[in-house]
């Protein structure tokens, strides 16, 4: 079966730190990998998309790693701010269908 | 869990044609959806946001006379791809909201326009 977690489920920082989210998944043969943030109501963001050949995305304070062998991923933020408050979800594409983790809920404090 | 079902989960048609894709709420009320494509090696983007009763809202680059959603009930949203091309041939994923925060994704649809 193929399944998706996310830990922490949930994540309170002061302003300025760095911030690491897991992500694991039971079934390797992942097509890609994407990172998303979700605000309370609105539709998802795309952050970082991870091709099953690569091994780490960077866009800005952002950086994704992908392990498939251990199949984890980590998304790294760097210097959090308060507008970086919101849900993050790791969703693996199995090329026929996606697989959402739960979400790591992340309020970053002034 | 609350389940969001697609349907069709495979659609195969001719350019020219209009396509209609039906996401459902199983056992929640939904008041926004929202729906979502993704083209092959791309990330999953959003393309519009839909609420019951009133016209959806679409992101930029999105357009709205092409990809007409209706939401006319708190359990159904329609994605109909008016007039398709090859180009428009994607995998497209809807989801609704239960609770503010709570997001739920339908199996997704697979589009082929030959």
């Known amino acids: 079966k193929q399944e998706v977690t996310q830990i922490p489920a949930a994540l309170s920082v002061p302003e300025g730190e760095n911030l690491v989210l897991n992500c694991s998944f039971t079934d390797s043969a992942i097509y890609n990998l994407q990172w998303f943030r979700q605000d309370p109501g609105k539709g998802l963001t795309s952050l970082l998309l991870?091709?099953?050949?690569?091994r780490e995305q960077t866009s800005g304070r952002l950086n994704a790693s992908l392990d498939k062998s251990s199949g984890r991923s980590t998304l790294y933020i760097a210097a959090s701010q308060p507008g970086d408050s919101a849900t993050y979800l790791c969703a693996v594409n199995y090329g026929q269908n996606f697989v959402f983790g739960p979400g790591t809920r992340l309020s970053v404090l002034p | 869990g609350a389940v969001v079902s697609q349907h069709p989960s495979w659609v195969i048609c001719k350019s020219g044609t209009s396509v209609k894709i039906e996401c459902r709420s199983l056992d929640f009320q939904a008041t926004t959806m929202f729906w979502y494509r993704q083209f092959p090696k791309q990330s999953l983007m959003l393309m519009a946001t839909s609420n019951e009763g009133s016209k959806a809202t679409y992101e930029q680059g999105v357009e709205k006379d092409k990809f007409l959603i209706n939401h006319a009930s708190l359990t159904l949203s329609t994605l109909t791809v008016t007039s398709a091309h090859p180009e428009d041939s994607s995998f497209y994923i809807c989801s609704a909201n239960e609770e503010q925060e709570t997001q739920y994704f339908g199996p997704g649809t697979r589009l082929l326009v030959l």
């Open positions: 991870i091709q099953s050949s690569q």
